[in-house]
């Protein structure tokens, strides 16, 4: 089951097609599951990864993937080889993943792009690794072509996170 | 000997090591055990991903390839070597399944990543078949492991920080053409070779031969029907009919003549003017009553026309009548 919880508010029209989204990508259930706050003390920019710790008052089942919807920019990573720019964060296998809305304004604006987001970040959550067909969702979020496509997986990601989610099931 | 293995003697409790094709392990335990008699010393390993354990021999961890984690600098030679434009993928298939199994046992880290980025190379130029995607998925899935364990970084941020090397920002990937990967003395692909093999085999004789062969079997089947048709009707009645042009076809074939059936040069239909040299006899060795039969009943044609056509057809006529 994927829960997608709003940090900020947002249309709920926009989030049952997201969750119609997410439900034909991957072919499990999708749902708005609340809202939570931002933790203090996080900046202006998010830190990704310190906001996938420390938010609280999700609740979920063991196997749901929570996706966490903000409006607000979250900041770019230091890498040993560069920087990543970040419109989304999730540890590997892990259960919790943020995306962002901006650069766009709202999600009616830029549906496909952070749908797409909202795909690669999930997939990473099932383990997924990113790929070389520029069409699927798991292809690098930062090179321009990404945010054209649509949000779907190609062929080999889509059975890889099937297999995954099969075996996941508890 | 694998990139590390120099130093698995000091191999402790609690090290990280790499065993091939599984990922990054930790050593759990160094004991003895007796197996068949034998006392042996056993190194087991516990899989970080998922906890799987495996015990190697001590005397057979080299040999297998085990190694320790990758450092700080080799992961900083990875990414220098994936930064570098050394974009020269092996277009012989086999010859690349192999090197890149080689890679993968044995390269140590370097080796996963020059399995990856020769891949992705070739993945500019076509897409990956099945089994080398699924290769690729594999490499960098030890890769972004090995990474991680030597930098002490979550596995997502190793596998970004690879991927901004081989996907920069704001860039997208080049188109590849086969010409830029010819090597020098090779042709473009390095199949035309074999490309030119099968057309010289495929050449014109082998064009030609199987069709005659199909024509002749195709021909000698119709027609050993056809000519045994027209030899009824012949025998039949050859002047009723009337149709010029096969009557001509027929009568040379089974008239007899020796010259006129060569030079059509159709063995099955050479074979049955030489059967029917002894016309008379002829229809009676191919054994077909039924067909001889119509002549006969043809000669008692006025006789008994009930005979002739299909009864439920027949029947109606008369009732017609």
Redesign the interface.
């Known amino acids: 089951m994927i829960r997608v919880v709003t940090l900020d508010p947002f249309d709920d029209k926009q989030l049952a097609k997201l969750n119609r989204t997410l439900y034909t990508a991957f072919g499990v259930g999708s749902e708005h599951s609340g809202s939570a706050e931002v933790p203090p003390g996080l900046g202006d920019p998010l830190d990704a990864?310190k906001l996938l710790d420390q938010v609280k008052g999700i609740r979920a089942y063991q196997d749901d993937k929570v996706l966490m919807l903000t409006a607000r920019k979250l900041k770019e990573?230091e890498?040993?080889?560069?920087?990543?720019?970040t419109q989304g964060?999730?540890?590997?296998?892990k259960d919790r993943a943020v995306i962002t809305l901006q650069p766009h304004k709202d999600l009616e604006v830029g549906f496909k792009p952070v749908a797409r987001h909202a795909l690669h970040q999930l997939g990473?959550l099932w383990e997924l690794?990113?790929c070389?067909?520029?069409r699927c969702s798991m292809y690098?979020p930062?090179?321009?072509?990404f945010s054209q496509g649509e949000p779907i997986f190609c062929t080999?990601c889509r059975e890889?996170s099937e297999q995954k989610i099969r075996l996941a099931k508890s | 000997m694998p990139e590390g293995s120099a130093s698995l003697q000091q191999l402790a409790v609690g090290d990280r090591v790499v065993y091939p094709n599984q990922g990054v392990c930790r050593v759990t335990a160094i004991d003895a055990k007796e197996v068949a008699g034998q006392k042996l010393v056993f190194v087991t390993m516990r899989r970080e991903e998922d906890g799987a354990v495996v015990m190697v021999p001590q005397a057979k961890v080299v040999a297998i390839g085990v190694r320790k984690v990758a450092g700080p600098e080799d992961?900083?030679a990875v990414?220098a070597f994936l930064r570098s434009d050394s974009d020269k993928a092996d277009l012989d298939w086999k010859q690349r399944a192999r090197t890149n199994l080689d890679r993968m046992t044995q390269g140590g880290i370097l080796g996963l990543a020059e399995v990856v980025k020769d891949?992705?190379v070739l993945?500019e130029l076509r897409?990956?078949p099945?089994k080398e995607?699924?290769l690729?998925?594999n490499a960098?899935?030890l890769l972004?492991s090995e990474v991680s364990a030597a930098?002490g970084?979550?596995?997502?941020?190793a596998?970004?920080?690879?991927?901004?090397?081989?996907?920069p920002?704001?860039?997208?990937?080049p188109k590849r053409t086969a010409a830029e990967f010819a090597r020098e003395g090779e042709d473009d692909l390095g199949l035309e070779g074999d490309l030119l093999g099968l057309d010289g085999d495929l050449d014109l004789p082998s064009d030609e031969e199987p069709a005659s062969e199909s024509d002749e079997e195709s021909s000698s089947e119709e027609g050993g029907e056809e000519s045994e048709e027209k030899e009824s009707s012949e025998e039949s009645a050859p002047k009723k009919r009337g149709r010029p042009p096969k009557a001509k076809a027929d009568a040379p074939a089974e008239g007899g003549e020796p010259a006129a059936p060569k030079k059509r040069g159709r063995p099955p239909k050479a074979k049955p003017p030489e059967a029917e040299g002894a016309e008379p006899a002829a229809p009676k060795k191919r054994g077909r009553p039924p067909k001889p039969k119509p002549p006969e009943v043809e000669g008692a044609a006025p006789a008994a026309p009930k005979k002739r056509g299909r009864p439920p057809k027949a029947k109606p006529a008369e009732t017609e009548d």
């Open positions: 990864e990573r890498l040993p080889s560069g920087v990543a720019p964060f999730a540890r590997q296998g990473h690794h990113h070389l067909d520029p690098p930062w090179t321009p072509s080999f890889k | 992961v900083k990414f891949l992705q993945s897409p990956l099945t995607r699924e690729y998925d960098r899935h972004v930098l970084t979550a596995e997502v941020n596998e970004d920080a690879i991927d901004i090397v081989l996907f920002p704001g860039r997208e990937r």
